[in-house]
Structures are given as C-alpha cells and as structure tokens.
C-alpha cells in the first residue's frame, strides 16, 4: 500500500486543491450529506469539501467519523496532561473549518462545558465564513491572515505570515497548531511559532504537529512506511515532497525546530511520534 500511496500523492501531492474544483466537489457533498443525515450526531458538520481541505485521512468521501474522533482524543490528552482547562483561553492556529473548535462546542457534560475563548486563525477566508455562520460568537471568534499559500489560500495577494496576530500580548493558556507547520516553509514557520510565543501566558503550553528529516531518515532505515514520504528535495531549511508544490508536504530537522521554539521563549516538555506526524509540546517559560 506505501508504493501506491506515493505514487497517488505524486500524481495529487495535495488533496486541498482538488477541494477547490465545485464541478467535482458538488457531488462529492451530496452524496455526503445523505450519508450523514441519518445520523444526528453527523449533523452540523461542515461541508465535505472543507474537510477534505483540513485532512481526514486522505478520505474523499465517508470521512465524517474521522473529522470527528480525532480532536475528541487531542483534547481528552491535553485536559488529562493538565495542559488545558475547560475555562481555557485557546488559540488554534490553522483552524481550518473549526474541526477543534467543534469539540469544545458540542462538550456538555451534566451542566459541564467549555467557558473559555476560543480564537481561530487561517488564510482560508471561505472556511472561515463558514466557521462565523457556525458558532457562536460569545465563545468563539474567527481571525483572517491575508497570506498567500498555493495549496490553502492561492487567490491571496499577501506575502508570506510574517505579520502580527490580533491577539494579545500573554493572554492565551494554550496555542495549538495542528497539520499548519507541515505545510509551511521556513520563514512562516518561525514567524507562527514567535506569534505563539508572544501570545502564551508565562507557563502555557504550544502544541503542533510537524514532520522531522531524523525521523524520517530513522523511518527509512528499517521500514516499509520509508516510501509514503521521501522529501527530496531541498527549499532553504525545509525539506519539501514536491518542487512544483513545495507547501504540500514539508519538513524540517529538529534542531531547526527546536531554535526556533528556544528563541520565542520556550521550553520543551514533551514529543509524541507516531508513523507520520511528529507532534511537539512546548512550555512558556
């Protein structure tokens, strides 16, 4: 399956763009949408289209479980690591079509729910419309970055993220940035994670997802998986799957990463590994 796997994503390195053609999505939504009706817990999802753009395993249709299961058991790590609080301040930073956001919203427990603020930031303004029309604005606020990216905003006219967020100087509890950094080249990246560091409280927790080069090369020592991805080819201090498409798929060694987390002021706690994603836990200090 890994050979075919790369030969699909050489073929389409980004499933986000096909997101954008309404003539093949069209379909692809309905047939969703009756597929989910029946179900209410299904109900209230954003289209399929957006949530293909976020990633749902590569999943072009019958992905709605997914879009769901998956940031139920992020928060349920970061509330039992202490790292997050139901009254927390949070900042998602690639928010997408608020597939985070959707947990904290639907969390009720015997009178118990999230009471904190949630901020969503992204360069997709279509998906950001969607997340306003969706949640309620006493809890839940949604920030544009007029960034260009040529998989998730390529009709943008702005440069790269080197900007200020509308946020606060240390009044977020915890950042989080889940599939952004992958998709980011070297001076985004340092840009959103010094954004982050700005904006923590002293002793809040950042978290992301991104691919590391020593894990990869680790991975293609002794494993089969070495063939799903290969990042060849070198863009500055990023290592990137596609020339032709260099925001598809990036990584970075660790020492990289880990400067530049170092030089916003903050400390590492912990890493988890997994067979694609490295995910980083970081601490203001």
Not at 214 to 242: L, M, Q
């Amino acid at each position: 399956m890994s050979g075919i796997d790369g030969l699909l994503r050489r073929m389409v390195p980004a499933l986000p763009t096909l997101s954008r053609r309404r003539w093949l999505m069209a379909p692809l939504d309905a047939v969703d949408w009756l597929a989910r009706r029946p179900y209410r817990e299904l109900r209230g999802l954003p289209p399929n289209r957006f949530r293909i753009r976020v990633g749902v395993g590569n999943r072009v249709l019958f992905n709605a479980a997914h879009y769901r299961v998956f940031p139920m058991n992020f928060w349920l790590e970061a509330l039992n690591a202490g790292v997050v609080r139901m009254d927390s301040n949070i900042l998602d930073i690639g928010c997408g079509c608020g597939r985070f956001a959707f947990v904290l919203r639907e969390f009720h427990f015997h009178g118990r729910e999230f009471v904190g603020r949630y901020t969503g930031v992204d360069v997709d303004h279509e998906m950001l419309d969607w997340c306003r029309g969706n949640f309620s604005a006493d809890r839940f606020n949604w920030l544009g970055v007029d960034a260009k990216s040529a998989v998730y905003a390529p009709g943008a006219e702005g440069g790269g993220a080197a900007q200020r967020l509308e946020v606060a100087d240390a009044s977020q509890d915890f950042v989080l940035a889940n599939s952004l950094f992958t998709h980011l080249l070297a001076e985004d990246l340092r840009d959103y994670i010094r954004e982050a560091g700005r904006v923590l409280k002293p002793g809040g927790h950042f978290q992301f997802s991104v691919f590391l080069m020593d894990d990869v090369r680790a991975d293609s020592a002794g494993s089969a998986k070495a063939h799903r991805w290969s990042f060849r080819h070198r863009v500055g201090d990023a290592w990137v799957e596609n020339e032709r498409l260099p925001e598809a798929a990036v990584a970075y060694k660790r020492a990289f990463v880990e400067r530049a987390c170092r030089d916003a002021g903050m400390l590492e706690t912990e890493t988890f590994r997994t067979h694609t994603h490295c995910m980083m836990r970081w601490r203001k200090g």
